[in-house]
């Protein structure tokens, strides 16, 4: 059930294939943009900041969608036949996974128009990976309070920023230490854990919370 929810996903997102090219155009038109106010003079600093800058918006404008659809008769035929945390879990195992991907497009667009400040990509991967896994987490989240109230777009962006930052500052913390090319054996490991602690309390409060939301 957990793969056919999945695979739903994907095919309910992928019908309308105006939306994958609406988010490329956006990536790579503000990237572009951005290599031509700075014109190449982009310190290491600014560069990983404007990249998780580029990267939390585009990760609000697909996530932010993922329960504002599930309304009227295809949010009952979902409570009808699906269990609430399989359905939570598997709404973030699809936005991580379309989110990673979005910013392996990011980080090329980043290298083609400006150029690749990351000196260790092991690590930036890795990062990469933990962020997409946290922002899915509790955007999604966020996504399912906002349509349970009614909300629309503009509100789930409200929710989600105060929650969203604290995890953003450390994701910027670990990806500085990728971008100076500091290696592993050099890496302070404790903003690491942090994020990865940040992680697994997103998806435990998101396992834990969601089926109440489910029934209401």
Not at 42 to 64: C, H, Q, R, Y
């Amino acid at each position: 059930m957990f793969l056919a929810l999945i695979k739903k996903e994907f095919l309910l997102e992928f019908r309308q294939k105006s939306t994958l090219g609406g988010v490329m155009v956006y990536l790579a038109g503000t990237i572009f943009v951005s290599a031509l106010c700075f014109k190449g003079r982009m310190d290491k600093p600014t560069w990983n900041a404007l990249f998780w800058v580029i990267t939390l918006f585009t990760s609000v404008t697909i996530s932010g969608k993922s329960f504002l659809k599930e309304a009227g008769g295809q949010g009952l035929f979902n409570y009808l036949h699906y269990p609430a945390r399989h359905f939570i879990i598997a709404k973030i195992a699809y936005n991580m996974a379309f989110m990673f991907v979005l910013s392996l497009i990011t980080f090329f667009f980043y290298a083609l128009f400006i150029k690749n400040e990351v000196e260790n990509m092991s690590l930036f991967f890795v990062v990469l990976l933990l962020a997409s896994t946290g922002l899915a987490g509790i955007l999604s989240l966020m996504s399912a309070i906002s349509a349970r109230a009614n909300g629309n777009f503009a509100m789930m962006s409200i929710l989600s920023f105060p929650v969203v930052m604290p995890l953003i500052m450390v994701i910027i913390r670990v990806s500085k230490q990728a971008v100076d090319g500091i290696e592993w054996a050099a890496i302070g490991f404790d903003f690491i854990i942090i994020l990865i602690a940040l992680n697994v309390l997103t998806l435990a409060l998101s396992f834990l919370l969601f089926p109440y939301l489910w029934r209401d």
